[in-house]
Each structure stands twice: as structure tokens, then as C-alpha cells.
């Protein structure tokens, strides 16, 4: 699976952005796909998935309320829409896939993800 982001950019506190996650190579409704970010020095954290089984999303309690993942099968799409972004949200975001993972209440570890995408920029300034 080749996967592409886009939609990053520079936004002021409390604004939003919309994250796009596209595919080729297979259709994205047979993975579980999840999103990513890293900042500089720190370690990559997940902070959604959806499940390609029965469509159940999980978020981390830093994104829970102000993030939503969601899928459009039909343009092999997966979609992060961020809501109210803060000073702790500024990362590299990544796209990451995988078919036989199912995502639960655990914390996301990349390494349970075979696909990534190069990742988009997300910025926050006043």
C-alpha cells in the first residue's frame, strides 16, 4: 500500500485543519488505519485508528474530544479532522496501515503498522 498525506499547514490557536490520508495499491476499507504525530525530540505517538471490521475509532485521551478520524471507502480516504488545535499539537502527523490489525483501547505502537505514509507538517501560531 502506497499512502500519501496532505493537508497540513500553519494554523492559530483554536483553529482547525483537516488531514487526508489517500491510498493506492489497495483499498484502505480491508486495513485498519490509524494516525500518527511526532515532534522534534519526542517519540511517535498514535493518536486515532479506525477499524476496517466494524468501523470503531479510537482516539488518546491528548486528541479525545477535539479530533475525528473517519473514512471514505469510496475515495480509498481516510480523514483526521482537528478541532480546537493548542500549542501541544504542532507535529509531523502520519498515515499508517495495516490489514489484520484490530484497534482496541491500547495504546497504538507504530511497530504493529506495516504501511506509512511520509507524513504532513502541522503547525500552531499565534
Known amino acids: 500500500v502506497q499512502i500519501v498525506e496532505s493537508g497540513g499547514g500553519l494554523v492559530q490557536p483554536g483553529g482547525s485543519l483537516r488531514l487526508s490520508c489517500a491510498a493506492s495499491?489497495?483499498?484502505?476499507?480491508?486495513?485498519?488505519a490509524a494516525w500518527f504525530r511526532q515532534a522534534p525530540g519526542k517519540e511517535r505517538e498514535g493518536i486515532s485508528c479506525i477499524n476496517r471490521s466494524d468501523g470503531s475509532e479510537y482516539y488518546a485521551d491528548s486528541v479525545k474530544g477535539r479530533f475525528t478520524i473517519s473514512r471514505e471507502n469510496g475515495k480509498n480516504t481516510v480523514y483526521l479532522q482537528m478541532n480546537s488545535l493548542t500549542f501541544e499539537d504542532p507535529a509531523v502527523y502520519y498515515c499508517a496501515t495495516d490489514p489484520d490489525l484490530y484497534c482496541s483501547g491500547d495504546p497504538l505502537n507504530p511497530a504493529d503498522f506495516t504501511s506509512w505514509g511520509s507524513g504532513t507538517q502541522v503547525s500552531v501560531s499565534s
Open positions: 495499491g489497495s483499498t484502505l476499507d480491508v486495513h485498519a
